[in-house]
């Protein structure tokens, strides 16, 4: 036998195992999902932090107002007439 027709036999063997783990991973996966129990209707809701430190800051800028180091704004492209 050769070399390559014996690789291509044990390629093929490998191929089949690999195809039959993956369809029993997916099988398996399927049932746990599918088999698991929802959380109990009286479980509490997650808590909410309302705290000032949890809120979010207003973060815009001045209007107008500009970092001097910042690139300048890309120039507005209009229609062409032609």
Known sequence: ME???????????????????VSAWVVWSGLQVGLSRPAPPDAAPPRIDTSDAARPQDCRCAA?????????????RTARTT
């Open 3 to 21: 070399p390559n027709e014996r690789v291509m036999r044990v390629m093929t063997h490998v191929n089949i195992g690999a195809a039959l783990a």
């Open 64 to 76: 107008g107002a500009r970092d001097a180091a910042a690139p300048p704004p890309p120039a507005r």
